[in-house]
């Protein structure tokens, strides 16, 4: 049974950067879609970036300019990288595998 990680989550002020990773365990992500999802108070979960298997990726247009997902298949990782960030991207953070798995969460918090 596939377990996903996230870590990297807290409190920043706006304008900061956070770094946030997912480790996939019991489970190669080699083949597998990966993308980095929130899901603000009061608001659906929605879709903030993903990448396929060959690397191409998709950002909401929210964030465009701003967040970069990559990933490393040896160290069974995803990463979003959240530079110049907004109050509104307060959220807790889930990444996901394949569409189906999803792991527990990180808290983004973004405040003065």
């Known amino acids: 049974q596939v377990q996903l990680v996230e870590s990297g989550g807290g409190l920043v002020r706006p304008g900061g950067s956070l770094r946030l990773s997912c480790v996939a365990s019991?489970?190669?992500?080699?083949?597998?879609?990966l993308g980095w999802y929130r899901q603000a108070p009061g608001k659906q979960r929605e879709m903030v970036a993903t990448?396929?298997?060959?690397?191409?990726?998709n950002y909401a247009d929210s964030v465009k300019g701003r967040f970069t997902i990559s990933r490393d298949n040896a160290k069974n990782t995803v990463y979003l990288q959240m530079n110049s960030l907004k109050p509104e991207d307060t959220a807790v953070y889930y990444c996901?595998?394949?569409?189906?798995?999803w792991g527990q969460g990180t808290q983004v918090t973004v405040s003065s």
């Open positions: 019991e489970y190669s992500i080699r083949y597998y879609a």
């Open positions: 996901n595998l394949g569409g189906n798995k």
């Open positions: 990448i396929t298997s060959r690397d191409s990726t």
